[in-house]
């Protein structure tokens, strides 16, 4: 095996092509947050970024995207925005823990790879797999919505036949080039990063790197990486943003808010549904909502599949890393932090 190490805008076009074409070869590995696009627009923001380019006798086998971190234990690309991670391959095997070591790491650290990744399964954490919920909409939007419980269909329909009627008319826009909208949804983020109360919660908006790349991402076209910004508004007034990527699988949800004024009418949980009714008459099939708990997605989520956390050393004898990198992960009641806390609080969801 041989690994050349490089930024990720110092990848051209046949390099570019590669990537795609290994993307196609796993449903896995077909999220957005696995595509060039993401890569390219962290790595404009962040020196830090990475990407590892393995070889097998002269032949690109794959690419593994990374940000290098303390005591050189890398971290996802797009840490903690990134809700899928692992290699992108062209399906032959790969040695994990060489492909490491090549790239001059101690470590390498993950939290939301596709447990169908099989190179990835001897470093697992421990009981550190976990289900990330999505909606299949294959079919009409009247038979995805009889396949929901019957309370949530009924307490839907209330809520905005009554914030229609106390309110004024509900309007949807699909993907909003407006920058004021993106200033709202970053405006309700922040408000809600501060209520929670935590002390060293990662918050994405006090971030300038985050937000230029969430910006980057919020305009990006390409097919397999599009930014989507869904508006909901009633009598003209902004009630529920979401932030989205969009890839060819389907969508992914990212960051969504609301009017907290509203709380009463539920309306992130319209606009979900809302999304939902217009991505099947677009002709998307699919929304992943990643990892956690949240309630919302259990109400709007078909299906799961399974994801985990770990971390490939070069040495795995290096135990002292590995005290390291999960100090670095976990606080010392084993929830995750920055990663899963701050993807359940970019996801938060009032019902």
């Given at each position: 095996?041989?690994?050349?190490?490089?930024?990720?805008?110092?990848?051209?076009?046949?390099?570019?092509?590669?990537?795609?074409?290994?993307?196609?070869?796993?449903?896995?590995?077909?999220?957005?947050?696995?595509s060039l696009t993401f890569a390219q627009a962290v790595g404009r923001s962040r020196p830090t970024a990475r990407v590892a380019v393995i070889q097998e006798d002269g032949s690109i086998e794959g690419f593994l995207p990374f940000e290098v971190g303390q005591h050189r234990i890398a971290r996802p690309m797009g840490w903690p925005m990134n809700d899928v991670q692992g290699f992108i391959g062209s399906g032959n095997p790969i040695d994990a823990g060489a492909a490491v070591r090549k790239?001059?790491?101690?470590?390498?650290?993950?939290?939301?790879?596709?447990?169908?990744?099989?190179?990835?399964?001897?470093?697992?954490?421990?009981?550190?797999t976990f289900q990330s919920q999505f909606a299949d909409l294959r079919g009409s939007y009247d038979s995805y919505l009889e396949s929901r419980n019957k309370s949530v269909r009924i307490g839907v329909t209330r809520k905005r036949r009554a914030l229609?009627?106390?309110?004024?008319?509900?309007?949807?826009?699909?993907?909003?080039?407006?920058?004021?909208?993106?200033?709202?949804?970053?405006?309700?983020?922040?408000?809600?990063?501060?209520?929670?109360?935590?002390?060293?919660?990662?918050?994405?908006f006090s971030d300038p790197s985050s937000v230029r790349i969430l910006k980057e991402l919020a305009a990006a076209v390409d097919h397999n990486c599009r930014g989507v910004t869904n508006v909901l508004k009633v009598d003209g007034q902004l009630i529920a943003i979401h932030l989205g990527l969009l890839g060819p699988r389907g969508l992914s949800a990212w960051f969504p808010a609301f009017n907290t004024e509203f709380s009463r009418f539920s309306p992130g949980l319209l606009l979900w549904f809302t999304i939902a009714q217009d991505s099947i008459e677009r002709g998307i099939t699919r929304i992943d909502f990643g990892g956690g708990d949240e309630g919302y997605k259990h109400q709007l989520a078909t299906g799961s599949f399974?994801?985990?956390?770990g971390c490939v050393w070069a040495n795995r004898a290096e135990n002292a890393g590995r005290t390291i990198s999960r100090r670095i992960i976990y606080d010392t009641s084993g929830r995750v932090r920055g990663s899963t806390f701050a993807r359940s609080l970019r996801g938060a969801q009032r019902t």
């Open positions: 095996m041989q690994v050349e190490v490089v930024r990720p805008d110092d990848l051209g076009p046949s390099e570019a092509a590669l990537w795609t074409k290994f993307q196609e070869t796993s449903a896995s590995t077909l999220s957005p947050f696995l790239s001059g790491l101690r470590a390498w650290t993950f939290d939301n790879v596709p447990t169908s990744q099989s190179a990835l399964v001897p470093y697992y954490y421990r009981g550190a229609e009627r106390d309110v004024g008319e509900v309007s949807f826009e699909w993907n909003s080039s407006n920058p004021e909208h993106f200033q709202q949804l970053e405006a309700w983020k922040s408000l809600q990063y501060a209520s929670t109360g935590v002390t060293g919660l990662y918050d994405v399974e994801l985990a956390r």
